[in-house]
Structures are given as C-alpha cells and as structure tokens.
C-alpha cells in the first residue's frame, strides 16, 4: 500500500519561501518517482517536479525553474519541495503522488503515470 502524506503549506506573502514535505514509507522512496503537482482554482492540475529513484533524476518545470527544488531526505523518508520568491501565480493545492520509477526524467514527466495521490496541501501567496 502506498501513502503519501503532504505538509507544510500555508499563507506566505509575495517573495516569500515554503517548504513542502511529502512522506512516505522507505519501500516507496526506493522504489517509486515522487512528483509534485499543483492545482489552482479554476485551472488543470499541472506538474511542478518530480525525483526518480534511479540515479536521483529530478525534473523541474519551467514555470518554477531557478525558484523551486525538489529533493529527497532518506533520513525522514520525505520528499521535499523547496519554493522559494513565491509569486500570487504559485497560489494552487500542491499535491505530491507516485509513479513507476522510469516515469521522471530530466525532460519531463506526465502526470497520467500516476498512479498513487496524497491529499494535498493549499499554498497561498497574497499580501
């Protein structure tokens, strides 16, 4: 049984950082891509990055590219996204979900691969 279980979202003001965690068990890490996805209202889930468990691959989206990072904390068995000068644009529920471990690369993923979903955690970004 897969879990994912999101934190660390919340209200942030304009250029402000957010840590977002997403925990799981130590078999899941080892063996399943982790990708972050957000959602804001109105709009389609869109991918944000995701990490493989093969060789730590990671794929950043170009909206967020140079703002935020994903990587991996095997101590905790979580899977962070760091975002930083968060902008009103980022304001979404951040959703972390699992997928088979050669559905990451460093171009891209698809959100279809999918197959395991936390619950989501809400960011707002607003002054």
């Known amino acids: 049984q897969v879990q994912l279980v999101e934190s660390g979202g919340g209200l942030v003001q304009p250029g402000g950082s957010l840590r977002l965690s997403c925990a799981a068990s130590?078999?899941?890490?080892?063996?399943?891509?982790i990708g972050w996805f957000r959602q804001a209202p109105g709009k389609e889930r869109e991918v944000v990055s995701c990490?493989?468990?093969?060789?730590?691959?990671?794929y950043v989206s170009d909206s967020v590219k140079g703002r935020f990072t994903i990587f991996r904390d095997n101590v905790t068995n979580t899977v962070h996204l760091q975002m930083n000068s968060l902008n009103p644009e980022d304001t979404a529920v951040y959703y972390c979900?699992?997928?088979?471990?050669?559905?990451?690369?460093?171009?891209?993923?698809?959100?279809?691969?999918?197959?395991?979903w936390g619950q989501g955690t809400e960011v707002t970004v607003s002054s």
């Open positions: 130590k078999a899941t890490l080892d063996y399943y891509a």
């Open positions: 990490i493989s468990s093969r060789h730590d691959t990671r």
């Open positions: 979900a699992a997928a088979g471990p050669y559905y990451c690369s460093s171009r891209g993923t698809r959100r279809r691969e999918y197959d395991y």
